[in-house]
C-alpha cells in the first residue's frame, strides 16, 4: 500500500509565508475580533482587514446590502475609522494571534493617499502585506484606478519604492480586459493580484419602485459571481507570472478547488463569512482531505492544473 504523506498546504507569496493558502477577504471579516467567538483564528492562512483609508469615513448611506439571487448587493463605502485608529485601536488584538496580517487599504481623493498609508503601515511588524484596494466600487468615482492599466502601474509602481513589504493589487472585474490591468500590476512590482473584487450591479423595489441601495448601485459579491472570477483567474494565470489571489463566490472546498485549478496560488473567503462564520477553516480541513484522498502532497501539484475535457 501506498502511504500518503501529510498534505503540505504552505506556500510562499513574495516575503509573505503562509502555512495554508487560506485567507478571509477584505470587508467581510470586520478586523477579526467579531469571529473570534466563532472559529479558531490561528487556523487561518492570513486575515485581509477591511480596508483603511487616511481619514476615518461614515461608508455610504443605508440601506447598504441587500439579497440577490445566488449573491448580495453591498455598498458600505468603506466605512473604518481610519489609519491612526486602526494603529491604536485594532492592531493590538491582531498582533496577537500569530497570523499574518494584510492590511487593505485605499485613497479617498488622491492617490498621493496610498503613498500616505504604506509609509505608515511599513513602519509596523504587525503587518506581513499590504492589499492595494483599487477597484472597490462603490465610492461614487466615475473611474477606478484599476480600470485603466497605465494608472495602475504608476500607481503600484510609486508605493513599490516605499515598502519591502509584501505587495498584493486588488483588481476589479469592471474592465475590457483583466490581463492588461494584472500585467501592469505584475510590472510595476506588485507580488501578487487578487482578483475579483465585486461586479458593479443594481436591484430594485419593484412594489415601491426604488432602488434597495441608499446609493443606487454597489457591488454584487458571492456565488453569482463565481464563474466570471474563475474565468478570470485562468485567463490571468496564462499571462502573468506573479500568483493570484482568487476570490468571488467562493463557498466551500469544491468551489475554492476551482480556483486553484484555474490558477489561483491563493484563496479569499468573503461573502461565505456572512452565511457560515466556519466556512474558511471548513475549506482548509476539506482542502487537506482532498488532498490526501487524491494522494497529492503538494499544494503546487494542484494549482494551474486544468485539463482539457477530452484528456
Not at 194 to 200: K, P, R
Not at 248 to 274: H, P, Q, Y
Request: with cysteine.
Amino acid at each position: 500500500m501506498v502511504k500518503i504523506l501529510k498534505p503540505n498546504l504552505s506556500l510562499a507569496i513574495g516575503r509573505l509565508g503562509l502555512k495554508n493558502p487560506v485567507m478571509v477577504a477584505s470587508g467581510t471579516f470586520g478586523y477579526a475580533e467579531e469571529f473570534r467567538d466563532f472559529i479558531d483564528l490561528k487556523k487561518l492562512g492570513a486575515i485581509v482587514t477591511k480596508t483603511i483609508t487616511v481619514k476615518p469615513r461614515h461608508g455610504n448611506l443605508p440601506p447598504r446590502t441587500c439579497e440577490t439571487p445566488s449573491g448580495m448587493l453591498n455598498s458600505i463605502g468603506l466605512e473604518n475609522p481610519g489609519i491612526d485608529q486602526f494603529i491604536e485601536g485594532k492592531l493590538p488584538f491582531l498582533k496577537k494571534l500569530a497570523v499574518p496580517i494584510i492590511a487593505s487599504i485605499a485613497a479617498e481623493e488622491s492617490p498621493d493617499e496610498f503613498s500616505i498609508l504604506v509609509k505608515q503601515l511599513d513602519k509596523l511588524s504587525g503587518i506581513s502585506a499590504i492589499e492595494l484596494n483599487i477597484s472597490c466600487p462603490n465610492l461614487q468615482k466615475d473611474k477606478l484606478i484599476s480600470q485603466d492599466a497605465k494608472e495602475t502601474f504608476e500607481l503600484v509602481s510609486s508605493v513599490r519604492r516605499l515598502t519591502k513589504k509584501c505587495l498584493i493589487t486588488k483588481l476589479s472585474p469592471n474592465v475590457t480586459s483583466i490581463c492588461e490591468i494584472a500585467l501592469a500590476a505584475e510590472k510595476a512590482g506588485s507580488d501578487a493580484v487578487a482578483l475579483i473584487n465585486t461586479l458593479s450591479g443594481m436591484s430594485i423595489d419593484v412594489n415601491k419602485r426604488i432602488p434597495k441601495l441608499g446609493s443606487w448601485v454597489g457591488g454584487l459579491s458571492g456565488p453569482a459571481i463565481r464563474p466570471v472570477a474563475v474565468k478570470m483567474v485562468w485567463e490571468a494565470y496564462n499571462k502573468i507570472r506573479i500568483p493570484i489571489i482568487g476570490m468571488g463566490g467562493i463557498m466551500d472546498t469544491e468551489s475554492a478547488l476551482e480556483f486553484f485549478i484555474a490558477g489561483a496560488s491563493a484563496i479569499s473567503v468573503g461573502t461565505a463569512n456572512f452565511i457560515n462564520p466556519r466556512a474558511s477553516i471548513e475549506i482548509i480541513s476539506g482542502l487537506k482531505q482532498y488532498m490526501a484522498d487524491n494522494n497529492i502532497q503538494n499544494l503546487s501539484n494542484i494549482i494551474g492544473r486544468l485539463k482539457a475535457c477530452n484528456d
